[in-house]
């Protein structure tokens, strides 16, 4: 079954601290994958996404994502995290000629100041 | 608009009521998401309208749900008979074109008591 996993459903971080949040998928075939945020009190936003070529995508914010199709991963990362980057990040993922998202549960993201 | 937008943003109801949540696409955006997301999950899809035709409704849970999307902009999600179990935040996304990146709404939360 086609799903999407995110590995840590809560992380708290200093600021500073580096950030990387996992994210694993099951999809048969050619796929696209997503990175978005949803701050508190938002909608959601589209953070990064690769649909092909370099597998290291750099998204806004300083955040970045490094596909590893051996892996069926797709982790999100930033080298230095600030208070504004508490929010909610969720990975997903759609088959490259499909339209359906597939969701991760999210990461509540908390960064102490 | 600028954005999405979805009205209400928070609809109390009782359970067996008939519920209606509008979403306003950003204009010109040709097609049109509904996902539902409950407490700790990531979204779920319902539905795809591209134009006024529900290109895909095979993630409506149950013949309660309906959507339209009459005039190819904006759409309603109706529930019949609400249960309990519909409590969920009901998100919709439009984008311009099929594989373009989707732009949500902040969503409708729906409380069935």
């Known amino acids: 079954a086609q799903s999407v996993s995110q590995h840590n459903h809560h992380v708290i971080l200093s600021e500073a601290a580096s950030l990387e949040l996992g994210c694993n998928y099951s999809y048969g075939g050619t796929v696209n994958l997503f990175w978005y945020v949803q701050y508190p009190g938002q909608h959601l936003q589209l953070l990064l996404k690769y649909f092909s070529g370099d597998p290291l995508v750099k998204g806004i914010k300083g955040f970045e994502a490094e596909f590893i199709k051996s892996k069926f991963s797709f982790n999100l990362r930033k080298p230095s995290v600030q208070w504004s980057d508490t929010a909610e990040y969720f990975c997903a993922v759609k088959g490259a000629s499909n339209y359906q998202l597939i969701w991760g549960a999210g990461t509540k993201l908390i960064i102490k100041p | 608009g600028a954005g999405v937008s979805q009205t209400p943003s928070n609809k109390v109801t009782e359970k067996g009521k008939y519920v209606e949540l509008r979403c306003d696409p950003i204009?010109?955006?040709?097609?049109l998401y509904w996902y539902r997301q409950s407490l700790g999950q990531g979204p779920e899809f319902l539905i795809y309208?591209?134009?006024?035709?529900?290109?895909?409704d095979s993630g409506l849970p149950n013949d309660r749900f309906f959507a339209v999307r009459p005039e190819g902009s904006v759409s309603t999600l109706k529930i019949q008979r609400t249960e309990r179990g519909d409590s969920a935040v009901y998100l919709c996304?439009?984008?311009?074109?099929?594989?373009?990146?989707?732009?949500f709404g902040q969503g409708t939360r729906l409380t069935v008591v």
């Open positions: 204009s010109g955006h040709t097609a």
């Open positions: 996304a439009s984008s311009l074109l099929l594989n373009t990146e989707a732009f």
């Open positions: 309208f591209q134009g006024t035709g529900a290109a895909d």
